[in-house]
């Protein structure tokens, strides 16, 4: 779950089967309710929670080896793309297709082709690096950067389209710091033993990389040495991932002319020339220290070096896609030593993710047509307006907020959009040209047709029917330019959610996931956008004051966690998500209450309550362990706590929990009421 700041991108299921998990339990004649059998009933719910909740799943469910972690998001993945799987199989072999299924089965068979892939080495990108091999003058560093900009690789910086932040009713260009090879400028600067052997390993891969390409091995270990020098300076120029979380300083508005004050000796117009924008008007740079930094570089930095860094960008960003010693060379740093992940996923896993990367929309079409129903869809949105009414009721009765700013929080909940499932209009791919025998061809293709299709907003009016992740993706988002959550069909799948299943184990699962998404619109960033989703403090001053007071408590909280070494949560990179976790489970119990109100309090089941059900469905729908090495990248770079502190974090917040199962004081999970954190 996330709220949408910049562009990032799997699943499917039935209603009353559990698809290869233990079976699910007995219900009353209202459906599926909770995997009671997964649970350790010998744990103290009390003291833990997390086992009591998941302990038999925990040993049962060993992570699988082609992954880095195993959770129930993952679960629902594993079995959708076994179900995209059987499509788009029977998509390659058919005649007698759609536009959609003729396109992501040519697409399929492409990548499913090895030997092809592997006949064809380093063909796909031949062109591209004559084209750096032929660089003889600074002036043809910037076609170069503009040609992989359009084929969707990110040279040194990050170019999109999208929204302006401070006038949401039109789309400007948007530049944002990038260009790093690792996950994060702090793996760059950090001076720990367990960096800098990540910062050795790093240049090794880079060498071995450089080899594939024909290098001599003393070439190659120069130019990973240049590639890590270059990156370090970029690192060394960008803001944190926790600066970059403040919207307010990401936001720095300016026109060419203005822009070229900050980067001075870079012919920016020509720049945009390249890549099919002759006038961008207004733009958003994100990060100006950056590109000044940028500017000197592509200034003062030798050609030789540059050439370096773009070939490496180049193979980076294609390797995936290639013949399988560079498919090898990349998972083995980024997969291996980063991730933990034992083996390599199989290809058809591989394919499939690119597939709904570039062309979701297309597989989109197919996954929803089998497997979400309007049942699905009708239940998920009467869910959402419940919980819409719980929030609703839980601004109008805070103690900590004045009437004014109340008023504009109301007014920002009511005009809030909700999408669910899939888009109403498609995605039309037919400009879009597939090659049965052309895997890299394809990715290629694809990327500047997704680019061209970003760039082509500008000038247009806002299109809110647009979606940013594909149907079958198992995640959700909130976006706070359009003032909107969304559910892709993927996530309101079992075990996430039943259309037929128990209140208690729906609301304590996927609604505390949609209380999530709600929630964001109200956290450290998305507070500070309006009801319209422009960035504008609707705040007074002492109300802000004390929001600010409140969610400082929550940073200290998650602060306190150590997962793994020495490693502790960081509260502020957390934060917003930390928020949103603790808000969605307060105002999914409320919504939950609020359903059952006047009704026959429902009967216990698996010997549990219906709110004891809630909150096991809410430890439930984080079950999961992760490696080692997933865990350290996790802390580093993730805005999300992980799983268990997603889980006991909240709870100690909550005496509704502690009053389900009859805590005694000596084992309460409840942290001393003075300590306790209570926004949302």
Request: aromatic share 10%; glycine share 6%.
């Amino acid at each position: 779950m996330i709220l949408k700041s910049s562009r990032r991108l799997a699943l499917a299921a039935a209603v009353f089967l559990c698809y290869g998990q233990p079976a699910c339990s007995a219900d009353d004649g209202n459906g599926l309710v909770l995997e009671a059998q997964t649970m350790d009933r010998s744990a103290d719910p009390c003291t833990d929670f997390f086992q009591f909740a998941n302990g038999k799943w925990l040993a049962d469910n060993p992570i699988p080896a082609d992954r880095s972690r195993y959770s129930a998001y993952d679960e629902v993945s594993e079995r959708n793309l076994a179900n995209l799987k059987t499509l788009v199989e029977a998509a390659a072999g058919a005649d007698d297709q759609d536009k959609a299924a003729r396109l992501v089965g040519a697409f399929y068979h492409s990548g499913m082709d090895e030997a092809a892939i592997d006949a064809a080495g380093l063909k796909p990108l031949a062109d591209k690096l004559a084209q750096i091999a032929a660089i003889s003058h600074r002036d043809q560093l910037l076609p170069v950067i503009a040609a992989q900009t359009v084929q969707g690789m990110s040279p040194l910086f990050n170019f999109y389209v999208d929204q302006d932040a401070r006038n949401t009713l039109r789309y400007i260009p948007q530049l944002a710091q990038g260009g790093l090879g690792l996950p994060d400028r702090d793996y760059y600067v950090k001076s720990d033993a367990k960096t800098k052997t990540i910062r050795a390993q790093y240049v090794a891969h880079v060498a071995h990389m450089f080899a594939l390409l024909g290098d001599t091995p003393a070439q190659a270990k120069r130019n990973a040495a240049t590639v890590l020098a270059m990156e370090t300076r970029l690192a060394r120029a960008s803001m944190t991932n926790v600066e970059i979380r403040d919207p307010q300083a990401t936001y720095h508005l300016m026109d060419l002319a203005h822009f070229a004050q900050v980067d001075r000796r870079v012919d920016w117009p020509a720049y945009f020339a390249q890549i099919g924008l002759p006038a961008p008007g207004e733009m958003n740079v994100g990060q100006p220290k950056f590109f000044a930094e940028a500017d000197r570089m592509l200034a003062q930095a030798p050609l030789d070096q540059w050439k370096t860094y773009l070939r490496w960008n180049l193979i980076r960003n294609s390797a995936n896609d290639l013949s399988k010693p560079f498919v090898d060379a990349s998972f083995d740093f980024y997969g291996r030593i980063l991730a933990g992940t034992k083996e390599i996923p199989p290809r058809w896993k591989r394919v499939l993710m690119s597939i709904d990367g570039l062309t979701g929309e297309a597989l989109g079409q197919l996954y929803v047509a089998k497997y979400f129903g309007p049942q699905a869809k009708a239940g998920a949105l009467e869910m959402v307006e419940n919980i819409k009414a719980a929030m609703r009721d839980d601004i109008n009765g805070l103690q900590w907020m004045t009437p004014e700013t109340k008023q504009h929080a109301l007014e920002k909940l009511d005009t809030l959009t909700v999408k669910i499932g899939y888009p109403d209009t498609w995605r039309d791919y037919s400009a879009l040209r597939i090659e049965p025998e052309d895997f890299a061809g394809n990715v290629l293709r694809a990327s500047a047709f997704e680019f061209k299709r970003n760039l082509a907003k500008l000038g247009k009016p806002i299109d809110r029917k647009e979606w940013d992740m594909t149907p079958p993706t198992v995640n959700a988002y909130y976006n706070p330019t359009m003032n909107e959550i969304v559910f892709p069909a993927g996530i309101l799948q079992p075990p996430l959610f039943h259309v037929d299943a128990d209140a208690a184990a729906n609301y304590g699962n996927t609604g505390a996931t949609i209380g999530h998404e709600l929630t964001h619109a109200f956290d450290d960033q998305g507070r500070q956008y309006d009801a319209n989703g422009n960035l504008k403090n609707w705040w007074t001053k002492a109300d802000e004051k004390n929001f600010l007071a409140r969610i400082g408590n929550i940073e200290k909280q998650f602060d306190e966690f150590n997962p793994i070494d020495n490693l502790h949560i960081n509260g502020k990179l957390t934060e917003g998500e930390n928020i949103a976790d603790l808000g969605g489970l307060k105002i999914a119990l409320a919504a939950l209450k609020k359903s059952l109100a006047g009704k026959p309090q429902p009967a216990p089941l698996d010997g549990l309550t219906v709110e004891q059900r809630f909150f096991v469905a809410y430890g439930q729908s984080f079950r999961g362990e992760t490696r080692p090495e997933r865990l350290r990248l996790q802390l580093a770079t993730d805005p999300h706590s992980p799983d268990k502190y997603r889980v006991i974090g909240p709870l100690a917040n909550l005496p509704e929990f502690a009053q389900a199962f009859s805590c005694p004081a000596e084992r309460s999970p409840l942290r001393p009421a003075d300590k306790r954190v209570d926004i949302w």
